[in-house]
């Protein structure tokens, strides 16, 4: 079982929620109000970076198609090679 430094109630409830959602339009609706434009963005941009890391693309190429910096990419970067396994875990599953 992992161990997250991040465990607490309130989050355990948000993964609760996010977990009980079916569609793309639950999805959709939930995070368009959870998160602002930017944080949803945000998101999105990391996971963009972390297929294309595992597609071995080039920080370069992968800046110039996503607009992420290179500080950005290198913090995705670093997850995949020593975080909790969660970009991971998810490209093995959706096979990207």
């Known amino acids: ?3 997250s430094k991040f465990k607490c109630k309130a989050n355990d409830e948000l993964f609760e ?3 009980a959602l079916e569609t793309e339009e ?3 609706r939930f995070f368009e ?5 930017k944080e949803l963005q945000s998101m999105a941009q990391r ?3 972390a297929c294309m890391l595992k597609d071995k693309t080039t920080y370069i190429d992968i800046e ?3 607009g992420a910096s290179a500080a950005t990419i290198s913090r995705v970067n ?3 090679t ?3 396994g969660g970009y991971a875990s998810m490209l093995k599953k959706l096979k990207k």
């Not at 109000?33 to 434009?37: K, S, V």
């Open 17 to 19: 929620a996010i977990l």
């Open 82 to 84: 020593y975080g909790a």
């Open 26 to 28: 639950d999805c959709y």
């Open 33 to 37: 109000d959870l998160l602002t434009i």
């Open 1 to 3: 079982m992992y161990d």
């Open 47 to 49: 996971w963009q970076v």
């Open 64 to 66: 110039a198609e996503t």
């Open 78 to 80: 670093k997850c995949l």
